[in-house]
């Protein structure tokens, strides 16, 4: 699958997304350390209940940020697997199509055999019809 266009465009995509989202809450990981500095330093200033609110409220922000970094790698494992299965069936019919073009009783995943003869090895070949089919793969 890592081969393909399609596969290609899929990694590229999620690849994107990812480096976005590091870039993002890299920067507001940057935010929220300067806001604990700050905070640190008007902890003399500030009387004990004023002081404890902006704790309580940088707290809440601090978790919200670890929960919106969460929500972000489900997401994006979410969308890896969805392209994953879109890619599956498309190749499904490819392959049965060329199962029953050629006579061929099944088709073996490459990763389950032990031992084989290579000129039994499909996969160049159904690699080149699936590029030529699907060149890439729109992740929502």
Do not use: C, H, W
Request: no cysteine; glycine share 2%; charged share 30%.
């Amino acid at each position: 699958m890592n081969n393909s266009s399609a596969g290609k465009s899929i990694i590229n995509q999620l690849d994107k997304k990812n480096k976005s989202n590091i870039s993002n809450f890299k920067k507001i990981k940057e935010d929220l350390k300067n806001e604990e500095t700050k905070l640190t330093a008007q902890k003399n200033i500030l009387n004990n209940d004023e002081f404890n609110k902006k704790v309580k409220l940088f707290q809440k922000k601090l978790s919200n940020f670890r929960l919106n970094q969460t929500t972000a790698a489900n997401e994006i494992k979410t969308k890896r697997l969805e392209a994953q299965k879109v890619l599956i069936n498309t190749i499904t019919p490819i392959l049965t199509d060329y199962s029953d073009k050629n006579s061929i009783s099944f088709i073996v995943s490459k990763n389950n055999i032990i031992v084989g003869k290579s000129e039994l090895d499909l996969t160049k070949i159904i690699l080149e019809i699936l590029n030529s089919k699907v060149k890439n793969i729109k992740i929502k």
